[in-house]
């Protein structure tokens, strides 16, 4: 079998990082099983359910349907890149705040879907943040909590200077 | 996934030699959100995949006074998110922004929508009403072909092994002119559609009669179907309740449905008319009309 390999530059949460790809790994295997980042999960993986939801060049995509390969040169975003040392995110405080996860395997995908609306529309209506997560899938918390939780973190993020 | 060659090509001329010399053993990747699953399920194996976002041409959105050029890889994203391509012709927003969800939206593209010819594709009608051309390419040349006639059958269309779909243009809306799309879906999003329809309505300067209208219906024929019948059977006819559900009962009639988990095809003749009397009545709208109930 030809091998394919191709070393790969991209910077991930600011940080450079380079790995060996082959052309059939796709974005969200690169993540979890070469670079260790298991915090983006798989779920569906074929773009309907959004647990492996990351921020590619500013544009929230399904890792699950990008290839390795094509993220040459990309910034790419992650839940692990959102904390600021021991101070959790807005996105993430509000979460917590308002209890919206249980079994939370959901969470980080949304939480990078919701970080991509309010860096393009910083005070969403209630329906725009439900139109925009559509993409997410949550088995547990009937999404009430998790609209919520994401209209708070937009007020104070908006607030802050 | 089975193992395959990557290639990223940065010009067209280099990108048509590849499909010349591979052929049907290469797959052109916009989006992936068709290709990428197909490959994972194993229903599509191409020995290359090409990736066609690294050349300028196939990424672009260009208004002109001649009207919008689309590269076929442009993501739907990127085009919701134009405010001046919003403004004149928002029915493809409305296609655009309901395909998937936003993180699908932020790769698939319109082109690849076409390629794909899924009778129910969201976008394809909305072409087919704004009379959108596709540019395709090969080593051998190019050539252009309404988007109507683009798709043959399900997951069929007109590329022959070595060409590509390389660029849509859709003229300028003429003046009084609307255009709109929707589709019936069980849930709100991130569905396909189970019925969809678009229409581009012109109305005369006081916007009380159809001076021309379009009509194309999805997910009832082998294709996304152009109903030019639906369309010139209210040509001059005033706009009204009664015109607009004529043309509802023409769009039905012209339906070729059949039965899947998403639908019976008697469900799906009744949604025929209800998504064409919806589309027109958004589509006169947006031109300025009211449409009357008496």
């Known amino acids: 079998m030809t091998d394919y390999t191709t070393r790969i530059t991209t910077v991930i949460n600011g940080q450079e990082e380079k790995f060996f790809c082959e052309p059939r790994e796709s974005l969200l295997e690169i993540l979890r099983d070469r670079l260790q980042l298991t915090g983006t999960k798989e779920g569906c993986n074929d773009g309907n359910c959004g647990a492996c939801t990351v921020i590619l060049d500013g544009v929230s995509v399904n890792s699950c349907c990008v290839l390795g390969v094509e993220a040459e040169n990309a910034t790419i975003e992650t839940i692990e890149g959102l904390a600021d040392g021991d101070r959790l995110h807005p996105l993430q405080q509000a979460f917590i705040r308002e209890t919206a996860l249980q079994c939370g395997y959901c969470t980080p995908g949304l939480i990078m879907a919701a970080k991509d609306l309010l860096a393009h529309e910083p005070l969403p209506s209630n329906e725009r943040i439900r139109l925009w997560l559509a993409n997410n899938l949550c088995r547990c918390t009937g999404y009430t909590r998790i609209i919520k939780a994401v209209a708070q973190a937009a007020k104070e993020l908006h607030q802050k200077p | ?294």
Not at chain 2, 96 to 113: D, E, F, M, Y
Not at chain 2, 180 to 197: H, K, L, Q, T, W
Not at chain 2, 255 to 270: F, Y
């Open chain 2, 1 to 294: 996934m089975h193992n395959f060659d990557f290639k990223k090509p940065s010009s067209v001329t280099e990108l048509t030699t590849m499909m010349t010399s591979y052929g049907r053993d290469a797959r052109l990747l916009a989006g992936g959100t068709d290709l990428i699953v197909g490959m994972r399920s194993g229903n599509l194996r191409p020995a290359v995949v090409i990736d066609a976002k690294k050349i300028p041409t196939m990424v672009e959105i260009k208004l002109e006074n001649d009207g919008l050029t689309l590269g076929a890889a442009t993501s739907c994203r990127r085009i919701w998110e134009n405010r001046q391509v919003a403004d004149i012709y928002p029915a493809l927003i409305d296609s655009a922004s309901l395909i998937g969800g936003t993180s699908i939206q932020g790769r698939a593209s319109v082109g690849g929508n076409l390629c794909n010819a899924s009778p129910s594709a969201d976008s394809v009608p909305t072409l087919i009403v704004m009379r959108a051309v596709a540019t395709i390419v090969s080593s051998r040349g190019t050539r252009t072909l309404p988007v109507k006639d683009f798709c043959l059958g399900p997951r069929k269309n007109v590329l022959a092994d070595d060409e590509l779909l390389l660029q849509l243009h859709l003229p300028p809306p003429p003046k009084h002119s609307g255009g709109a799309f929707n589709r019936f879906i069980p849930r709100n999003e991130m569905d396909i559609a189970v019925v969809n329809a678009a229409a581009e309505v012109e109305l005369d300067s006081s916007h009380t009669r159809f001076v021309d209208v379009r009509i194309a219906i999805g997910a009832v024929a082998p294709t996304p179907l152009f109903v030019s019948e639906a369309g010139n059977a209210i040509k001059n006819k005033p706009v009204n309740r009664e015109t607009i559900d004529h043309a509802g009962d023409v769009a039905m009639s012209c339906a070729k449905p059949i039965s899947d988990l998403r639908g019976t095809a008697d469900q799906r003749r009744d949604l025929t008319r209800i998504m064409t009397i919806r589309a027109l009545e958004r589509a006169v709208r947006r031109a300025g009309g009211t449409v009357t109930y008496d």
